[in-house]
């Protein structure tokens, strides 16, 4: 069965702080892996990453996925209270059929002023 | 540009009573449509998925049925609630073709069962 597994389940650190977020999958033909950001409502998506290796940037927000280890991290440099939230990490695999997402349990990341 | 929108924002009902959630997106054609569910401090549970009119897949056998009458609408119902089915409901969609798989969610439904 397709699993994704996020570490770690919650997050406290202070403005300015460096965060990484884990996210470790079994999948079956893998296809990509996302990364969703959730804060009152709905998530929002950050990034789609299909190729190992390549690091995906958006401002002070990075991922990176390593295909061999089966795994991803979010980066989020310089944080600021506006970036706690639960992220969530998932995974598309060819076996789950059309467009199919089996998503992780989130990781919960408060950011303290 | 596209929009998808869920109603009602929140919910109270009684144990054994029916639900109808609602779900609308604009801006596209022959979405992929999405049911999950969010138990609280969990992540999201594909319940339903539909791509396309009258094409519903269940992911987990439940207490809930989905339907999709028109293109652009997706439907959750039930005809007697648990209090099992209290949590947060999203729909999201996808664009038709298979190349881009990012799914976009609405602002979900807070639905209690008391």
């Known amino acids: 069965e397709d699993k994704v597994v996020q570490s770690p389940l919650s997050l406290v650190v202070h403005e300015g702080d460096t965060v990484t977020l884990n996210c470790s999958y079994e999948?079956?033909?893998?296809?990509?892996l996302l990364w969703y950001k959730q804060e009152k409502k709905a998530p929002t998506f950050l990034f789609m990453l299909?190729?190992?290796?390549i690091e995906k940037k958006s401002g002070r927000l990075s991922s990176i996925l390593d295909k061999k280890e089966l795994f991803s991290i979010l980066n989020i440099t310089a944080t600021q209270t506006g970036d706690s939230a639960v992220y969530l990490c998932?995974?598309?695999?060819?076996?789950?059929?059309?467009?199919?997402?089996?998503f992780g349990q989130g990781t919960r990341l408060t950011i303290n002023p | 540009s596209q929009t998808i929108h869920q109603w009602p924002a929140t919910l109270v009902q009684p144990v054994g009573s029916p639900l109808s959630l609602e779900c609308t997106v604009e801006?596209?054609?022959?979405?992929?449509l999405y049911w999950y569910r969010q138990a609280a401090g969990r992540g999201l549970q594909l319940l339903f998925y539909?791509?396309?009119?009258?094409?519903i897949s269940s992911e987990v056998p439940q207490n809930l049925s989905a339907s999709r009458p028109q293109d652009r609408q997706f439907i959750l119902s039930s005809k007697k609630l648990l209090l099992s089915d209290s949590g947060f409901y999203l729909c999201?969609?996808?664009?038709?073709?298979?190349?881009?798989?990012?799914?976009?969610f609405g602002p979900g439904t807070r639905l209690t069962v008391t």
């Open positions: 999201a969609w996808s664009p038709p073709d298979r190349v881009r798989l990012e799914q976009y």
């Open positions: 999948v079956t033909n893998f296809r990509s």
């Open positions: 299909t190729s190992s290796g």
């Open positions: 998932a995974v598309k695999g060819i076996s789950q059929g059309a467009q199919k997402l089996v």
């Open positions: 801006g596209t054609s022959n979405p992929n």
């Open positions: 539909s791509v396309g009119i009258g094409q």
